[in-house]
T-cell receptor
Framework: DQQVKQNSPSLSVQEGRISILNCDYT??????FLWYKKYPAEGPTFLIS?????DKNEDGRFTVFLNKSAKHLSLHIVPSQPGDSAVYFC?????????????FGKGNQVVVIP | GAVVSQHPSRVICKSGTSVKIECRSL??????MFWYRQFPKQSLMLMAT?????????EQGVEKDKFLINHASLTLSTLTVTSAHPEDSSFYIC??????????????FGPGTRLTVT
């Protein structure tokens, strides 16, 4: 079963505008949430993370919001740039039996139109 | 961030043969390495977690005799796909685990290996 869900698989946004990506999760044991960016035929690149005890983390143009009661997080990219065109994966981290595991969503394709 | 390399980046092999994929952490010591598999337009599916010097922990549904994982050192893990079949064709990605910023446990991903079995 999919513990991390990303709906709306693709998003097109004009350069300079805001991109908002959403992510829902089901496991309340997740203690950290991360966003990764991925280009075709490359591995994911870490973007930003947030602890489950926080509700917001900002890093430059990227801000992640966490609503723990709704088991929902979102990534805001503002202003969007053409180089942001990629697939964005939401991931949630939990530690089980001493091993850390990441559960990934299916990803959102973002296209930034110049 | 940390650098993780994978070799080869792309491999084509015949059905029934074995293929080895290497994953190296270049600038840090990774006590834990992860192997993922990604099908087109799908999420990354964790196959197994390997801790240096011990046996890998495989996820449910992943055949450990088919996907052999060796984590011989703090900088190298290998995945061997044995007796490959066309359905094993996929994009395989490794990652190395490290304590990141704050208390985040961040995984640093390799560039992936595209395996095609003919």
């Amino acid at each position: 079963d999919q513990q991390v869900k990303q709906n709306s698989p693709s998003l097109s946004v004009q350069e300079g505008r805001i991109s908002i990506l959403n992510c829902d999760y089901t496991n309340s044991m997740f203690d950290y949430f991360l966003w990764y960016k991925k280009y075709p035929a490359e591995g994911p690149t870490f973007l930003i993370s947030i602890s489950s005890i926080k509700d917001k983390n900002e890093d430059g143009r990227f801000t992640v919001f966490l609503n723990k009661s709704a088991k929902h997080l979102s990534l805001h990219i503002v202003p969007s740039q053409p180089g942001d065109s990629a697939v964005y994966f939401c991931a949630a981290s939990a530690t089980e039996d001493g091993n850390n595991r990441l559960a990934f969503g299916k990803g959102n394709q973002v296209v930034v139109i110049p | 961030g940390a650098v993780v390399s994978q070799h080869p980046s792309r491999v084509i092999c015949k059905s029934g043969t074995s293929v080895k994929i290497e994953c190296r952490s270049l600038d840090f010591q990774a006590t834990t390495m992860f192997w993922y598999r990604q099908f087109p337009k799908q999420s990354l599916m964790l196959m197994a977690t390997s801790n240096e010097g011990s046996k890998a922990t495989y996820e449910q549904g992943v055949e450990k005799d088919k996907f052999l994982i060796n984590h011989a050192s703090l900088t190298l893990s290998t995945l061997t796909v044995t007796s490959a079949h066309p359905e094993d064709s996929s994009f395989y990605i490794c990652s190395a685990g490290s304590k990141g910023r704050g208390t985040a446990y961040e995984q640093y991903f390799g560039p992936g290996t595209r395996l095609t079995v003919t």
